[in-house]
C-alpha cells in the first residue's frame, strides 16, 4: 500500500516569498493532517480535514497561513508571506475515520526561510 | 487544557540496557494513546497504541507500554535497548474530536 506522499522534500525561500506544499494521503483515508515540528519540539496540528471539511483550524495563523483540500483528497498548504519562524518542517498525515485511527505519516517538507 | 506531557527531553542509556520513556496525559475520558518514533529525516512511524481492554499493550520493535489511569500515564518500555533505536520518540492522544496532539518529545541516544 503507498503511504502519504509529499513534495517537495526541501524548500529554501525568502522572507516575504510564498511557499505551498502538497500532501496525497494514502487513499481511502477521509482524514488529514498537517502538523509544523519546529526543531526539537513535537509536532503542532496546523488544520485538520475530514473528507474537503475543515475539523479543526485553531492553531492555523490564518493571517498567512492556508489549506485547502479540494475533493477530499489531495491537499496543499500555503505560506504567503513566510517568516523567519515558518522555518519548520512541515508533516502531512492520514486516517480513517474510525474512531482512534492510527495516522500515517509522509516524510515531511523541511521549510528554512532566510 | 488537554495535553500530552513527556517530561525526559533527553535520555542516554547504555546499547542492551533497560529503557522507559515517560508520558502523563491530562485527558481522562476513554484516552486513545499513541507512541511514534521518528528517525532523523524521517517521518513517524507508529510504535503502539492503547484503545481498551489490557492495560499492557505490545507494539513493534520490542517494545512495549503500559497504561495506569491512575497515574494518567502510558510509558513506554524495551527491556534491551540496540543501537539502532537512538530517535525521537512521541506520546500522543486523540481528543474527542478526533484532534491528534504530541508530546514534545524524547531524545533518545544510545551508548554503546
Known sequence: EAGVAQSPRYKIIEKRQSVAFWCNPISGHATLYWYQQILGQGPKLLIQFQNNGVVDDSQLPKDRFSAERLKGVDSTLKIQPAKLEDSAVYLCASSLIRQGAEAFFGQGTRLTVV | ?112
Do not use: M
Open chain 2, 1 to 112: 487544557a488537554q495535553s500530552v506531557t513527556q517530561p525526559d527531553i533527553h535520555i542516554t542509556v547504555s546499547e542492551g540496557a533497560s529503557l522507559e520513556l515517560r508520558c502523563n496525559y491530562s485527558y481522562g475520558a476513554t484516552p486513545y494513546l499513541f507512541w511514534y518514533v521518528q528517525s532523523p529525516g524521517q517521518g513517524l512511524q507508529l510504535l503502539l497504541k492503547y484503545f481498551s481492554g489490557d492495560t499492557l499493550v505490545q507494539g513493534i520493535k520490542g517494545f512495549e507500554a503500559e497504561f495506569k489511569r491512575s497515574q494518567s500515564s502510558f510509558n513506554l518500555r524495551k527491556p534491551s535497548v540496540h543501537w539502532s533505536d537512538a530517535a525521537e520518540y512521541f506520546c500522543a492522544q486523540i481528543r474527542n474530536t478526533g484532534k491528534l496532539i504530541f508530546g514534545q518529545g524524547t531524545t533518545l541516544q544510545v551508548k554503546p
